[in-house]
């Protein structure tokens, strides 16, 4: 990678545009992403402009916000012509949608008329909807056209559409009565009915349906493109698998924010200003800092428990970072099923039955290993006071763990995003049923 900047910047250097700009023509939009931030703004801009007309879209789209700004405020009013009228409709539209208002203006005004009137009419979707995330672009024919009628549209509309390895079935009214893809197109006869060979069984999402569970269903049913349809089954776009990959990285990025306690959107860390940082983070720690006053609360209660057997605080610590570890463990893997649609509110029982006898076994193990830390290493405490610590964490750990459980899944049947569940959150909850269960298990078996 580090020659490639090299030979960039020494061609660059000596005005060879023509080496410059056959170099370039070498690489993908992934590539020049990686490499971007090692040029100037008049090199990155020297940069676009040698790109190859038809894949300027695609990197403008893969770049950060402001370095899109940047781009279409410096190019001129035919080369950011020729840019819009090359890319494709949701790329375009999500620019238009994250520009700044003076930017969309000046875009807006540098569209042609075709994709005026597709942008036009992919604004008029929410943007977290399925419909958001389509392309106008597909194919369609009707059930009655032959085999070598749909090789003739296809050969002549490639240019135009997004994908062609699906061809969709409409009737007169555009509603979508069926499927076929390239592949059966080329094995059957020229002579044969689109009709005779489509499939009827056509996977498909409305416009209305949650970005993320039009992701779900693309990806379970291994498709390369998915369907979208409004309430009367009119075919209004189409779902590609590079689309799908955007919303899955977005989701795993919110998931990450809030299993981190931080809230906001997935603009990138570059993107964000130090007050918007401050500002992801803040809320939940407050919350945090409220919540793990609780456990100062919980330890002043049994302060005279601790007055008398004083060798308990030094465990505090293994008791709540073990607990804590326990819970978090068990509500990730419950995340990960609830979100792949492994697990659902009705395998609840079956789930707590099962977290049990794992905590009960992760639960004796630790004990064990605590006990034979408490006893025989220093300081070294009697033996009663160690298997009252073994116990404890034992019971802690097997609490956790089905907390760590239930709780993701009680969020998900209430209708909420269950990654709240994890992190810091879980473990603050943790600490403070463990020290009371510690606590109590301790002052039972010690009689104190």
Known sequence: MENLIENLKEYMDSLHDDALKSLIGTLSAAELVEIWDRFTDEEKLRLFLLIPRENRGDLLHELPLYEQEHLISELSEQAARSLLEDMEPDDLVDLIQDLSPELRSAVWENMNEEARKETTFLLRFDEDDAAGLMTPRYAAILADKTVAQALSFIRNSMDKLETIYYIYVVDQLKRLTGVVSLKDILRAKDSDRIGDIMRKEVIFVHDDTDQEESARVLENHDLLALPVVDRFNRLLGIITFDDVLEVIREEQTEDIYKMGAMVGDTQSYMETSIWG????????????????????????????????????TLFIPVITQTGGNSGTQSSTLMIRGLATGEL??????????????????????????????????????????????????????????????????????LGFDPTVAAGPLMSTVIDVCGLTIFFEVSKHILHL
């Open 277 to 312: 940082l401050v500002k992801k983070r803040i809320p939940w720690l407050i919350v945090l800092l409220v919540a793990g006053t609780i456990t100062s609360n919980v330890l002043h209660s049994y302060q005279s428990l601790l007055m008398t057997a004083a060798f308990l």
């Open 344 to 413: 659902h509110f009705r395998d609840i029982w079956k789930v707590m039955g099962k977290e049990l006898l794992v905590g009960l076994l992760i639960g004796v193990t630790t004990g064990f290993v605590i006990l034979i830390r408490a006893y025989f290493t220093p300081p070294g405490i009697d033996i009663l006071p160690a298997v009252a610590i073994a116990i404890s964490l034992c019971c802690v750990v097997m609490f956790a763990t089905v907390l760590g459980s239930l709780v993701p899944m009680l969020i998900h049947k």
